[in-house]
C-alpha cells in the first residue's frame, strides 16, 4: 500500500498468492497497477512542492529485481530502495521472536 505524505491512503495493494513465493514478473505486474495513478514529478523542484504521491518506497525483497527498477524508470517514476532488513530497524521484531519462544515452550 502506498500512502502520500499528508497521509492519505491511495490503496495500492496486491492479493497475489504463490506457492513458491512472489518472482520478479510478479513485481513488475504489480508496479503496474500504480503507475497511472501517481503524480507527476518534476525534476529540479523541491520536495515541498512535489505532488504527494510522485514517488515509490520499497524494501530489498529478493523478487524487486531490476527489471522493476528500469520499469519505474522508464515511465519517470522516482524511486528509493529501503535498506536491507535489519531488527534494529524494527525493533517489536525481536519482542515478537521472543513472545514466539515463550508461547512454544508454554504449549
Known amino acids: 500500500m502506498e500512502m502520500s505524505v499528508d497521509g492519505h491512503d491511495y490503496g ?16 513488475r505486474l ?3 497497477l500504480p503507475i497511472p495513478k501517481l503524480g507527476f514529478y518534476v525534476l529540479g523542484h523541491p520536495w515541498r512542492l512535489q505532488a504527494s504521491n510522485c514517488a515509490v518506497m520499497f524494501e530489498n525483497a ?6 522493476g527498477d528500469t ?5 519517470g517514476v522516482p524511486f528509493l530502495r529501503l535498506p536491507a532488513y535489519s531488527p534494529d530497524f524494527r525493533p517489536i521484531a525481536t519482542v515478537f521472536k521472543d513472545l ?8
Request: hydrophobic share 50%; aromatic share 14%; no cysteine.
Open 30 to 32: 504489480f508496479l503496474q
Open 12 to 27: 495500492f495493494h496486491s492479493g497475489i498468492v504463490r506457492d513458491k513465493g512472489l518472482k520478479a514478473a510478479d513485481w
Open 62 to 67: 529478493p523478487f524487486r529485481t531490476v527489471g
Open 100 to 107: 514466539k519462544v515463550i508461547i512454544r515452550n508454554f504449549l
Open 71 to 75: 520499469l519505474l524508470a522508464n515511465h
